[in-house]
Each structure stands twice: as C-alpha cells, then as structure tokens.
C-alpha cells in the first residue's frame, strides 16, 4: 500500500502561481512512476504530467506544457507540481498517483491521493 496526501491548493488569481505537494508513505517511494492529474466539475479526470521513478524523465500535458513543472524529492517520499501563469481554465481537483510503471494514462496508477482544490479567478 502506499498512502499519498496532496496539499498546496488555494484559491489565486489568472497569472498566479502555486506549488502542490504530494507525500508518500508506505511502500518505498521510489519503486514508483509519479503523476498528476486533474478534474474539472462536470468533465473527466486528465492527465497533467508524470516522473519517472528516478525524475530523469518528465512529461506534460499539451495545455500545460511550459507552465507546470513537476519534480520529485525521494528523500522526502514527496512529489511537486510547480503550477505558473495559472489560466482559469485550469481550475479542477488536482489528485497525485503512484504507479509501479511509466504511464501518462490513468490505468496503471494503482494508489491515488484525495485531491486538492485549486481554483483560478479571472
């Protein structure tokens, strides 16, 4: 089992920044692929980014690319999403996964965080 706790969510205005975090624990963190995803009342869950086990691999959404970065510090079983420039379209629950391969789809991601809320005024 692993346990993940996101945190760092708010409320900012367009052109602001926050800065999620996620902590693991349980199972050793670093057997594990990372990601972030996203869910906008009334739309599906989706993909924003994802980290390899070590963080030498990234990867991003289209509507994200150059404004999320996502990064990890297994030291601390925790992962990061740098969220620059916010749009208010990215306004959603944003949930952290775990999963034991690289995937930018939601199948393999076996444990998943409760979410944060993050919301862009215009």
């Known amino acids: 089992q692993v346990q993940l706790v996101e945190s760092g969510g708010g409320l900012v205005q367009a052109?602001?920044?926050?800065?999620?975090?996620?902590?693991?624990?349980?199972r050793t963190f670093t057997r594990y692929a990372m990601g972030w995803f996203r869910q906008a009342p009334g739309k599906e869950r989706e993909f924003v980014s994802a980290i390899s086990w070590s963080g030498g691999s990234t990867y991003y959404a289209d509507s994200v690319k150059g404004r999320f970065t996502i990064s990890r510090d297994n030291a601390k079983n925790t992962v990061y999403l740098q969220m620059n420039s916010l749009k208010p379209e990215d306004t959603a629950v944003y949930y952290c996964a775990?999963?034991?391969s690289w995937s930018i789809t939601r199948q393999p991601y076996d444990y998943w965080g409760q979410g944060t809320q993050v919301t862009v005024s215009s």
């Open 15 to 26: 052109g602001g920044s926050l800065r999620l975090s996620c902590a693991a624990s349980g």
């Open 98 to 100: 775990a999963s034991p």
